[in-house]
């Protein structure tokens, strides 16, 4: 069984915070990541999320989620001081999202570089902003609204069609 303590705390304070859960016995660095909140009215920018377990008590896990608010173009305090495994977490969280990670260290002296995508590759893919080329160029394969079926399908009455998220309007790109 595994218990979760979730806390938000001030991006300030994100290192100081993974600190004492580590000083409580949080020693396994499970995963890092973050999540686009730029259209967020009150406090826009992303959530930087770690997990972190406690692995101490036989069949009950300890877990803790600490999330901070990065706004965009600043940079937040890495942990790879804390757990040298958070440094591909960093990276990917850093390559997708284009958050900073101060003092990243994984041993190399090489920095955030890029570590999924290919060389030369310009954007960050899981932000919301982010046009997909790849839905601009051609059409969506996804579900069908209805009616649009093979011929000799039932014609379903016509809904408002919406394009999925991603979708770049159909006056944009190359003609």
């Given at each position: 069984?595994?218990?979760?303590?979730?806390?938000?705390?001030?991006?300030?304070?994100?290192?100081?915070?993974?600190t004492e859960a580590r000083a409580a016995g949080h020693t396994f660095f499970d995963w890092l990541s973050a999540v686009d909140r730029t259209h967020d009215e009150t406090a826009p920018?992303?959530?930087?999320?770690?997990?972190l377990l406690d692995v101490?008590?036989?069949?009950?896990?300890?877990?803790?989620?600490?999330?901070?608010?990065?706004?965009?173009?600043?940079?937040?305090?890495?942990i790879?001081?804390?757990?040298?495994?958070?440094?591909?977490?960093?990276?990917?969280?850093?390559e997708m999202f284009g958050i900073g990670f101060d003092g990243f260290d994984d041993g190399t002296g090489l920095g955030l570089r890029?570590?999924?995508?290919?060389?030369?590759f310009i954007g960050t893919p899981l932000r919301k902003s982010f046009v997909l080329a790849a839905r601009a160029s051609k059409v969506w394969p996804g579900g069908k609204e209805p009616g649009e079926g093979p011929e000799g399908s039932s014609k379903a009455p016509s809904r408002r069609k919406v394009a999925p998220p991603g979708v770049p309007d159909p006056q944009w790109g190359p003609r």
């Open positions: 069984m595994t218990t979760t303590e979730r806390a938000r705390v001030d991006a300030r304070d994100w290192h100081a915070s993974v920018g992303f959530d930087v999320v770690v997990h101490t008590h036989r069949g009950n896990l300890r877990a803790t989620l600490l999330t901070t608010r990065v706004a965009d173009g600043e940079a937040l305090a890495s790879t001081d804390l757990y040298p495994g958070a440094a591909w977490h960093e990276r990917e969280t850093h890029p570590l999924l995508l290919p060389e030369g």
